[in-house]
């Protein structure tokens, strides 16, 4: 879980970024040198590439649902992201995490 108003959030984002997705680390000696670059542009997720020199991923983080006001049902959206992933149309979903997934950036769009 990565808390979004924690001061280390970026170090959490590295953390579970460098789990999923190991091919990050790739030359890399700890997660601490992965870069984290926020994005604009979500509807209800905050977006961040994650990237070393040589991959980049992008890192969704759903907002919190602890007030009651969840709009769209996470894990049925996951499992059919997932599903559209496996059948080439939509980017490769590299794995979830408790408030959030990590998937293939398409760099440019």
């Known amino acids: 879980r990565v808390d979004p108003d924690a001061p ?4 959490q984002v590295r953390k579970i970024s460098a789990e999923i997705c190991p091919f ?3 030359e890399l000696d700890d997660s ?3 870069q984290v670059k926020p994005l604009s542009g979500g509807l209800s997720n905050e977006l961040f590439i994650v ?8 890192f969704r ?5 602890e007030d009651g006001t969840q709009i769209v ?12 992933s ?3 149309q939509a980017p490769i979903f590299y794995g ?3 408030n959030g997934r990590l998937e293939e950036l398409y760099p440019e769009v």
Do not use: C, I
């Not at 990237?51 to 992008?58: G, M, Q, R």
């Open 8 to 11: 280390d959030r970026d170090d």
């Open 96 to 98: 979830r995490f408790e």
């Open 73 to 84: 049902n996470r894990e049925q959206e996951n499992r059919l992201v997932a599903w559209l």
């Open 61 to 65: 983080l759903h907002p919190s649902e």
């Open 32 to 34: 601490s040198q992965l």
């Open 86 to 88: 496996r059948h080439g």
């Open 51 to 58: 990237s070393s020199s040589k991959h980049a991923v992008l």
């Open 24 to 26: 990050l680390m790739e």
